[in-house]
Every structure is written in C-alpha cells, then in structure tokens.
C-alpha cells in the first residue's frame, strides 16, 4: 500500500477534518509526502477540501475507480482479489498475461480507465475509450481440468449479466457465447485467453477479460461498432457506477468459480439466452447454414432445428441473427 492509500485510510476513518502533521506522525512520513499523497488523489478524483489550522477533509469519493473503492464493496468470496488500477494500458489481458508468465498469483485484477489495444474475440479489436466503460482481466489459476475450465468464460457472462442488472435495476441478456446484451444491443465483450499444461491436461493459467460500455463515448461509437455496441447508461452514469459494477462482477464471478466443475449458473445462463426461439445464420466448414434456435444445454452448447426439421448441437463459432429482431427489441425497450 503506497502512501496515498495510507492517507486515504485515515482520510475515510476520520469523522472531520485531519491535520497533515498528524497523519504524517501516523504514517510515519514527512508531511511533504502527506501533501504529495493528497494531491495524488485529488488528481485521481477524490474530492478534499483543505481548511487553514483544521486539516484535510475527505469530501466525495464515490465515483473514483479506485482498488479501494472497489475492495470496500467485495463479498468475502472474491477477498482474492487484488487489485491495481491504471490509466492506460495497450490491454489489460496482455498485461496480466505478462504477469502470469512471471508467476503472478491467481486473483490478481487490472483495471484500466482506457485500453489502446483492447482485444476482443477472433482477433478483433475492443473499442475501449478513456472514460466512457469498464476494462477488467483477471488472474486465474485453475486447479480442475481442462474441460471444466471451459466453463470460466460461461460463468462470466453470467457474472456480468446480473452485475448489471444490480447497477441499472433493468435485466440483462446473453447472446451465445459470451456477449452479453442490453435493450438490445452488446454492452460488453468477454475474451478468456490460456496457457495449456500439456502434461496434466489442465491449464496453467488462464486470464479473464472483460469490458463493459457504462456510457457512449462523445460522438457516439465508431465504424461497424455503431450498428451493434450500446451503453447502460444514456448520458452520464449515475455516481459510482463504476466501482460497484466492476465490485458486483468480481463477487457473483468468484461465486461460480470456486464451484465452476458444479456449473451452478448455467440455469441462469439458459433463461438470459438472447437468441432463444431466433432464426439464425451459422457457419459449418465453408457453408452458411440456417436455423431456429431452441436453446441451451448443460455444456452451454447452441441447440438448434434445422429447416429439415433435424436438430443440431452446435459448441462453438459464430452465429448471426436473422430479420430485425434486434431493431424491434429496441424499439420495443424504447417505448
């Protein structure tokens, strides 16, 4: 814990204002570095007021995306986690993927205010503005097999689903595997990436990303993004927004995972399934085939009628929706 967490602390016990002299008595440092910490944090968004011959006095800080803000809100379930707020990074999976191959522990949790290079599934890119969403990865180190951890990605997308719904009071959706969906449109992407153990089939690490669209960035979103991507929020997110979101995923996701082999989410996961009952356009080898959703099963694999009337399981690759449905969902939460 650097100094202007240690001043933090003192600034949120205290019940009024608090000298910098006897902070730094506390802390055992100069009052020069008390100051520095204050102006650190007021940097970072704290609100502190200063009052001659009184002291420092911790005003507002519910809306800062801080490791403190965020470790208030955990449930002892996710106590694991460790977390460590940045700026910016090119991509928060491959900064922990860093870490990891340097024997970072599992729970370790890097958040950034804005990614450069934030990655998305099949190569693809996730548009991730200063500001405007939360960018998250996490540190796992499984300890079932392989298989099993096929199911951390699953039980994120849970996790996230009904963080949202906690944070907006509206439900949430999933569109099949891990995109997770608000009145209609993609709020947040989720890209597990590993590291195989070859001779214990099981894996030695895996890292968990997930980003998550609080608002529309100035402008609106760019390109081919515009037609998909939405925010939770129309305007400026309510305060705090951030911090309770990222701290309601981390409790419901190590919920699930420290039971992941039971897949104890996956009846939540079926009854959020966006595509249910939808017509649908996938990829098998080089055809584009066609079919009607049915929905999900216990391995979280795609159920779906053909036009011939024969049924199909369908484990992984992308699926397109047919017709309007979307555009008709939207207006229809619109109204």
């Known amino acids: ?89 090119t991509s928060t999976n491959t900064v922990l993927k860093e870490l990891a191959e340097l024997g970072g522990r599992e729970g370790m949790v890097v958040i950034a205010q804005r990614q450069t290079m934030g990655k998305g599934r099949l190569g693809r890119s996730f548009y991730s503005p200063q500001g405007g969403g939360l960018y998250m990865s996490v540190l796992l180190r499984p300890r079932f097999s392989a298989e ?72 609106g979103f760019p390109g081919e993004v515009a037609q998909v991507a939405g925010a939770l929020f129309a305007g400026k997110a309510p305060a705090g927004s951030r911090p309770k979101l990222a701290a309601a995923i981390l409790n419901r996701f190590f919920a699930y995972y420290q039971a992941l082999p039971r897949r104890t989410f996956m009846e939540e996961y079926r009854s959020r399934s966006l595509l249910t009952g939808m017509d649908i356009t996938f990829m098998e080898g080089e055809s584009q085939r066609e079919g009607t959703v049915l929905g999900v099963d216990e391995e979280a694999r795609l159920l779906v009628r053909l036009p011939d009337g024969s049924k199909k399981v369908f484990g992984a690759g992308e699926v397109n929706i047919k017709r309007d449905f979307l555009q008709r969902l939207r207006r229809e939460k619109s109204v």
């Open 1 to 89: 814990m650097d100094a202007a967490d240690k001043v933090l602390e003192l600034l949120q016990e205290a019940r009024g204002p608090v000298s910098g002299e006897h902070m730094a008595q506390r802390l055992g440092v100069t009052r020069n570095t008390v100051w520095k910490a204050v102006k650190h944090l007021r940097e970072a968004g704290y609100e502190i007021s200063a009052v001659t011959n009184q002291g420092y006095r911790l005003l507002s800080e519910s809306d800062v995306l801080s490791a403190g803000n965020i470790r208030r809100q955990l449930e002892p379930q996710a106590s694991i986690a460790a977390i460590d707020v940045r700026e910016s990074v």
């Open 148 to 219: 099993d951890a096929l199911s951390i990605t699953t039980a994120a997308a849970v996790a996230v689903a009904r963080a949202i719904d906690d944070v907006t009071g509206e439900r949430a959706m999933i569109k099949w595997v891990n995109d997770v969906y608000f009145h209609g449109r993609k709020v947040c992407g989720i890209l597990t990436e590993a590291s195989v153990d070859f001779e214990n089939s099981g894996l030695h690490y895996a890292v968990l990303g997930m980003g998550v669209n609080l608002t529309e960035p100035e402008g």
